[in-house]
């Protein structure tokens, strides 16, 4: 099955590169959303990868008062739990900046993914297109807490948040933004990196459907990838 999703491939020399790259991007993009509408709505991942980027990023001088923090996803855990999106966040991040406390919007998972995902429905009206959504690949081709063999949410029906109840890998229960409300943004940023992603990346770049897949605002996304040269998909160094 293939899906109708632009990709632009961008592949890094080394994990400097990779992670220059990156910031580059999120400060980059957070300059002019304030520029242009006065606030930067910044959608955070969760995974190894983005907290490497936001333990850097903190290091940085921004407008962080005009900052907005959302979250694509979250685990059902106590607040204080070490594996909530959130936790790592504020850990890496959000702990260590002047963004107003009533401008980061977490999602209350302790709460069950029913109740969660309803309440952050709630919390995500009003709100338009974000500005930048950064994701990440699951070694299974997941996105956010987007699950082969689950619903992603890519109708024009489909809600804006998902709770999740069967998630393959621990913990079961958990809530995420549907694939349809992660595409409403001015730019989509993936970061892939390591070789245990190649079997889902070759799988995404040849154009199956995989969740990854799933996110297709009309201004295409971009997959920024750091990986050694023989474990990229053939074909991906022409990019």
């Not at 994990?15 to 509408?37: C, K, M, N, T, W």
């Not at 689950?150 to 809600?159: H, K, R, V």
Request: charged share 20%; net charge negative.
């Amino acid at each position: 099955m293939t899906v109708d999703q632009l990709c632009r491939w961008h592949v890094s020399k080394d994990g400097e590169d990779f992670r220059r790259r990156a910031l580059d991007d999120i400060l980059s993009v957070a300059e002019e959303a304030i520029r242009a509408r006065g606030h930067f709505d910044f959608v955070l991942a969760g995974g190894s990868t983005p907290r490497t980027i936001y333990e850097s990023l903190c290091r940085f001088s921004a407008d962080w008062k005009n900052w907005h923090i959302y979250f694509g996803d979250e685990r059902c855990l106590p607040d204080e739990n070490a594996e909530r999106n959130s936790r790592m966040a504020g850990i890496a991040l959000l702990n260590h900046v002047p963004i107003p406390a009533a401008n980061i919007h977490a999602i209350n998972a302790g709460a069950g993914p029913q109740f969660a995902a309803a309440a952050y429905a709630r919390d995500l009206q009003g709100v338009g297109d974000f500005d930048l959504v950064l994701l990440g690949l699951g070694e299974d081709g997941h996105t956010a807490s987007l699950f082969p063999g689950n619903d992603w949410g890519t109708g024009e029906c489909s809600a804006d948040v998902l709770p999740v109840c069967n998630a393959p890998k621990p913990p079961a229960h958990r809530v995420s933004l549907s694939a349809a409300r992660l595409s409403r943004a001015r730019k989509v940023l993936f970061l892939v990196e390591g070789a245990s992603k190649r079997r889902a990346l070759g799988n995404w770049f040849s154009g199956h459907a995989i969740p990854a897949s799933a996110v297709c605002p009309t201004v295409g996304v971009d997959v920024l990838i750091h990986m050694d040269p023989a474990d990229l998909p053939f074909g991906m160094m022409k990019q």
